[in-house]
């Protein structure tokens, strides 16, 4: 069992930035992938970034590229995500993700990022 929990999203201005935070415990020691998804409403749960725990392989949908990043360095148990030049697209209930070897998938509570224009 893996638990994750995340900061507190926001509301931010179009052009502004922000940073999210997921913290695990539990079983951690078994992930292999962490990263964060996005829902807006109406819409379906889509990837925004994720990074490899054995290689520090980050990859991000491409609509984030460039503005968001997962930076390097942290503990093996965190994935941050720096969201810079924010949209009014980039609304959305932000999920931590966190996949384990043996294929299990966890997520987090979620949290609203709010992008005003």
């Known amino acids: 069992q893996v638990e994750l929990v995340e900061s507190e999203g926001g509301l931010v201005q179009a052009g502004g930035s922000l940073r999210l935070g997921c913290t695990a415990s539990?079983?951690?020691?078994?992930?292999?992938?962490m990263g964060w998804y996005r829902q807006a409403p109406g819409k379906q749960r889509e990837l925004v970034a994720t990074?490899?725990?054995?290689?520090?392989?980050?990859n991000y949908a491409d609509s984030v590229k460039g503005r968001f990043t997962i930076p390097r360095g942290s503990p093996k148990n965190t994935v941050d995500l720096q969201m810079n030049s924010l949209k009014p697209e980039d609304t959305a209930v932000y999920y931590c993700n966190a996949r384990q070897n043996d294929g299990r998938i966890y997520w987090g509570q979620g949290t609203q990022v709010t992008v005003s224009s």
């Open positions: 990074i490899s725990i054995s290689d520090g392989n980050i």
């Open positions: 539990g079983r951690i020691l078994e992930t292999n992938l």
